[in-house]
């Protein structure tokens, strides 16, 4: 096994494992091992902490902007691997079905176009946009009912408390 000294702590350790190759594919290796390395990019962000963020920002929306792109070519593909994970994975399963739960209540909790047009579908009535602005209406005015009847049963029970 192929063996490289550090410069910069003098040991010598396996050349495929304790050194990081270069990006550029060349087959060539960095001159300071992994350890030295991390040690040495530790020690610039505490010096350098804007920097550090400002790279950090950057980096983030490039792989954004690359897994956007990557997502939009391979649809098929990324949504063919979440439904086997769903499938298989019972942790990701939970996590998933949490997610599904939060959405659909937060649709309900914005009164959202899809949550009304599901409920009108249901009810077997026609999906119309005035329906639909009706529909929101009632369903405002109906929440706004019952909140008003919970805080009135709320103040009866504390004069009821205060009397006795």
């Not at 937060?106 to 999906?127: D, F, N, T, W």
């Not at 602005?133 to 919970?150: D, E």
Request: hydrophobic fraction near 25%.
């Amino acid at each position: 096994m192929p063996v490289k000294r550090c410069p910069k702590c003098g040991e010598e350790k396996e050349l495929t494992a304790e050194f990081w190759y270069y990006r550029n594919d060349t087959g060539e290796f960095r001159s300071i091992c992994k350890k030295c390395w991390k040690d040495k990019s530790r020690e610039y962000e505490l010096k350098y902490p804007e920097k550090r963020k400002e790279a950090h920002k950057r980096n983030a929306l490039q792989n954004c902007k690359r897994a956007r792109q990557w997502y939009n070519k391979n649809k098929n593909r990324a949504i063919g691997r979440t439904r086997n994970k769903t499938l298989t994975d019972p942790i990701f399963k939970e996590r998933f079905r949490g997610y599904q739960r939060k959405s659909a209540e937060k649709k309900r909790a914005e009164l959202g176009g899809s949550y009304i047009r599901k409920m009108l579908k249901q009810a077997g009535l026609p999906v119309t946009d005035d329906i639909i602005a009706l529909k929101r209406q009632q369903i405002t005015m109906y929440r706004t009912l019952n909140q008003f009847k919970q805080f009135r049963k709320e103040k009866e029970n504390e004069s009821n408390s205060t009397n006795v």
